[in-house]
């Protein structure tokens, strides 16, 4: 995998962090403020879609090395990135959220639906591996998306066949580790870490993506307090892989 860093700032929140600046080890840091694209949050209209290619194409993004792509409303991104993918390959996700929800309308991208669309329309991807949805969740998933996923409540067992893209949605993790904008499962960063260490050391990764954030203006929580444990773990991830 690339040694190369990309933050797509869709919210302003990675303004407040720290983990992209300075010290970063090997990585080399490309900054994309998004704030001003309209049609993104959740969804990705088409509009937003193109700007979204356009703007990765004009400054040579790949789907190798690192993305953190905000907060959980911009998980699609996921599903742009691998567009880019043309090899056979092996979608790992960790997530408390199976994101295999059908459109609400028309055939639009979203956040709660990236997965399926990459199950339709990306014609390399062979094998998903989903580890720590919630079982609720996938139990109400159609019956023949779900099928084509496999699922894990923990991180033990996953056998990717294909170069593995792997992306991360840190509302897989306790709320005792950090908070995100959605609600959230049970592992602790030191399962996740450790098996993204396994990943690297033992497979072909392609790449490798990162959601989670809180949300700037998120009510009920310390935003501060919580920017800060995010930008702790972010730090920690880049240091220990």
């Excluded at 080399?28 to 001003?36: E, G, I, P, T």
């Excluded at 005792?176 to 049970?186: K, P, R, S, V, Y």
């Excluded at 809180?214 to 880049?238: H, M, W, Y």
């Amino acid at each position: 995998m690339e040694n190369k860093l990309t933050v797509f700032n869709f919210t302003g929140v990675y303004e407040s962090e720290s983990f992209y600046r300075g010290d970063k080890g090997s990585y080399l840091c490309d900054f994309l403020d998004l704030k001003n694209i309209s049609g993104t949050n959740c969804f990705c209209d088409d509009f937003a879609r193109e700007q979204i290619r356009g703007l990765i194409a004009s400054k040579g993004i790949s789907p190798n090395g690192i993305h953190f792509i905000d907060n959980g409303n911009y998980h699609y991104m996921s599903a742009i990135m691998l567009e880019q993918v043309k090899e056979p390959f092996s979608l790992v996700v960790l997530d408390h959220h199976p994101d295999m929800q059908a459109p609400m309308f028309g055939d639009i991208l979203s956040c709660g639906g990236w997965v399926l669309d990459v199950i339709e329309k990306n014609e390399f991807v062979r094998d998903i591996h989903v580890i720590g949805a919630d079982r609720g969740l996938i139990d109400k998933l159609d019956e023949n998306a779900r099928n084509r996923a496999l699922f894990y409540d923990s991180t033990k067992g996953v056998d990717p066949q294909y170069p593995v893209y792997l992306s991360i949605d840190k509302d897989v993790l306790t709320t005792d580790e950090l908070i995100t904008n959605w609600d959230q499962g049970q592992m602790s960063a030191d399962e996740l870490l450790s098996f993204v260490k396994e990943m690297l050391s033992t497979r072909n990764v392609i790449g490798v993506d990162v959601c989670g954030e809180c949300a700037p203006d998120q009510e009920g929580i310390s935003v501060d307090t919580e920017i800060k444990r995010n930008d702790k773990f972010n730090i920690r991830l880049l240091k220990e892989t």
